[in-house]
T-cell receptor, first 110, second 112 residues
Framework: EDQVTQSPEALRLQEGESSSLNCSYT??????LFWYRQDPGKGPEFLFT???AGEEKEKERLKATLTKKESFLHITAPKPEDSATYLC???????????FGKGTTLSVSS | ETGVTQSPTHLIKTRGQQVTLRCSSQ?????VSWYQQALGQGPQFIFQ???????GRGNFPPRFSGLQFPNYSSELNVNALELDDSALYLC???????????FGSGTRLTVV
């Protein structure tokens, strides 16, 4: 069964304190791994898509990496506005639906 | 691009009633998926439509049904509402293949 597990469930950081979020997955033939950001009461906002092991993508203070079993979302020098829930999802085959993890809720305090 | 628009934003229904949620996808996005997100959980896949035909379904009972229309809009219907149906319902559209999905802001459904 295709499955996505995210850890930790919650993470509290001080402003400027870098850290990483983990997404481990088991899927029969990964087509793509997606990272989304979700603010309370809102829909997920697309961040990155990773397609193959070794791939890395960056956007401002965020960097996503992918191995054959997991993905990391590295947050460098976070700011309070980075506080949100970060969702990881996998797509097993092209055109199929996304399978999501439960998310990591990040709180950054100044 | 106009994004993905969902209506209504909030809805309160009584147990046993029926509800229809609506979604307007981005032009050219021939794939639309619906997800249910309970509080504190990740989105759970309900079903997906490709060019107006259902091409995937998650572990949801038949009282959850949907339609996709030629103008890139779609709807989710839920019959015989139960208290556990209270959740944020998300619509997402895509051009298909390995393109990512764009999500709407969701409809918050409360069943009392």
């Amino acid at each position: 069964e295709d499955q996505v597990t995210q850890s930790p469930e919650a993470l509290r950081l001080q402003e400027g304190e870098s850290s990483s979020l983990n997404c481990s997955y088991t899927v029969s033939g990964l087509r793509g791994l997606f990272w989304y950001r979700q603010d309370p009461g809102k829909g997920p906002e697309f961040l990155f898509t990773l397609y193959s092991a070794g791939e890395e993508k960056e956007k401002e203070r965020l960097k996503a990496t992918l191995t054959k079993k997991e993905s990391f979302l590295h947050i460098t020098a976070p700011k309070p506005e980075d506080s949100a829930t970060y969702l990881c999802a996998v797509q097993a085959r092209a055109g199929t639906a996304l399978i999501f993890g439960k998310g990591t809720t990040l709180s950054v305090s100044s | 691009e106009t994004g993905v628009t969902q209506s209504p934003t909030h809805l309160i229904k009584t147990r046993g009633q029926q509800v229809t949620l609506r979604c307007s996808s981005q032009s050219g996005h021939n794939t639309v998926s619906w997800y249910q997100q309970a509080l504190g959980q990740g989105p759970q896949f309900i079903f997906q439509y490709y060019r107006e035909e259902e091409n995937g379904r998650g572990n949801f009972p038949p009282r959850f049904s949907g339609l996709q229309f030629p103008n890139y809009s779609s709807e989710l219907n839920v019959n015989a509402l139960e208290l556990d149906d209270s959740a944020l319902y998300l619509c997402a559209s895509s051009m298909g293949g390995s393109y990512g999905y764009t999500f709407g802001s969701g409809t918050r459904l409360t069943v009392v």
